[in-house]
């Protein structure tokens, strides 16, 4: 039986890679995001039944919509990837409450409590969540306090509701190092900096990434982890 499956983030670079795997593995999906002409366009490439819930995670609505959406377009959701963005720089000089804030609102606020949310559409469907973190939580670098802090909320907050919701539902996380990006790496000379940092000595690709969201999916004895990819 084909899996019923919310991407949040759905538009960003990640979730679309990860939006067209799931469509290709037959998945039924549905995708969230705040930008209802992006959703759309993305919707008719994907086709498939593919089901659209445009909410901002900045609006303290945003849970119940996305809830209510699932509810007139496909009735319920087996999974969830939380591929939220987005990735803003925050110079320390700079940091203002309101960047931490919003970042923490948008990467682990709003989707703690849609996951908590859809408890029970995930625990009837034996289901799991995966969410994108960041390495940056366990080897930090500069000009991102608010991101890194958000992340690092997300990360315990998904591996307190591993413990709630078990063993009927199953929670893990991704933490990624550098993923290419094409239109944002045209410094050759920063491109090759940052990649060796890398044990590996290159960025990953979204379809790396790809790789271990559908392995996490697919892991029915795994729960409370964090998948160390790209360090």
Not at 20 to 40: F, I
Not at 143 to 172: C, F, M, Q, W
Not at 197 to 222: I, K, M, N, Y
Request: with cysteine; net charge neutral; aromatic share 2%.
């Amino acid at each position: 039986m084909p899996r019923t499956i919310l991407v949040v983030g759905a538009t960003g670079r990640l979730g679309v890679a990860i939006a067209r795997a799931l469509v290709k593995r037959q998945s039924r999906v549905v995708l969230s995001g705040r930008d209802p002409d992006k959703l759309a366009t993305l919707a008719r490439e994907l086709g498939h039944e593919t089901a659209v819930v445009c909410a901002d995670l900045t609006r303290e609505d945003a849970t119940s919509s996305i809830v209510t959406g699932i509810r007139e377009t496909v009735g319920h959701i087996d999974d969830i990837v939380l591929a939220c963005g987005p990735f803003p720089r925050t110079p320390l000089e700079t940091l203002r409450r309101e960047d931490l804030t919003h970042t923490l609102t948008v990467h682990a606020i709003a989707p703690l409590l849609l996951v908590h949310a859809l408890s029970a559409d995930l625990a009837a469907a034996r289901g799991a969540v995966v969410g994108l973190g960041d390495v940056g939580t366990s080897r930090p670098y500069t000009n991102h306090v608010a991101y890194i802090t958000a992340k690092g909320a997300l990360k315990a907050g998904l591996r307190a509701l591993s413990a709630e919701l078990a063993p009927d539902v199953r929670v893990n996380m991704l933490q990624l190092g550098i993923v290419a990006d094409p239109e944002a790496d045209a410094d050759p000379l920063r491109t090759h900096r940052l990649a060796t940092r890398s044990s590996l000595g290159r960025f990953g690709t979204p379809e790396e990434v790809v790789h271990v969201v559908l392995a996490l999916l697919d892991a029915t004895w795994t729960t409370g982890e964090t998948w160390n990819i790209g360090r």
